[in-house]
């Protein structure tokens, strides 16, 4: 009887703890938004040592974001499938003053990995 009654108890809190962590545990909804402006307020000191004229991250927009798979086979990309590899292209509008109309469009094209942030690509145009 009694240790009916004990393996009873351990089901119990067993049980209990499995569905208390599995509410702790659900995936939260991100607006992509913020999504977005999380990405650009990463990648800023990486631009600005690019860009080296006044801009503001409002003016700043991510054109995309792609993740690379590494491998020439398809057995090697499925293996790589699950590494953070990704090339993400930004756009961003300067200035020479505060109230000035926007003199360029620069575009930025980053190489991020898990080890490190590189700007690939970089073009310029006038406005």
Excluded: C
């Excluded at 208390?20 to 938004?33: D, F, H």
């Excluded at 999504?35 to 307020?41: A, E, M, N, R, V």
């Amino acid at each position: 009887m009694k240790t009916q009654k004990f393996i009873l108890s351990i089901v119990l809190i067993l049980s209990i703890l499995y569905s208390v962590n599995l509410v702790s545990a659900q995936a939260q909804n991100i607006k992509q938004k913020d999504f977005y402006d999380s990405y650009l307020t990463l990648l800023d000191p990486y631009a600005r040592k690019v860009i080296k004229k006044p801009y503001d991250l409002f003016d700043a927009k991510i054109l995309s974001v792609k993740r690379v798979i590494k491998g020439r086979t398809l057995e090697e990309k499925k293996v790589n499938a699950g590494l953070f590899d990704f090339i993400v292209k930004v756009q961003y509008r300067t200035y020479t003053g505060a109230h000035d109309p926007p003199e360029s469009l620069e575009t930025l094209t980053f190489r991020i990995d898990s080890r490190k942030i590189k700007v690939i690509k970089r073009e310029s145009k006038p406005i």
